[in-house]
């Protein structure tokens, strides 16, 4: 954690675990991402979207 905020660093993001979860620690966006895997209920992806104002992201379900 002192690294990152040494760093500046925004987002740390992994994958995958068997349920997404976001976690907020000093400046640093944890985030961690469902499996990606067709038939689980949960399986999904992450969408990163930059913008000029910075960065957001949305996590996405394949299933629908």
């Known amino acids: ?33 469902d499996a990606l895997k067709d038939g689980l209920s949960n399986a999904g992806y992450l969408k990163l979207i930059v913008t000029e104002k910075g960065v957001e992201y949305q996590f996405e379900s394949l299933i629908r």
Request: no cysteine; charged share 20%; hydrophobic share 40%.
């Open 1 to 33: 954690m002192d690294l990152f905020l040494h760093h500046s660093v925004d987002f740390f993001v992994a994958g995958h675990d068997h349920r997404r979860n976001e976690a907020h620690f000093g400046n640093t966006t944890y985030l961690t991402v």
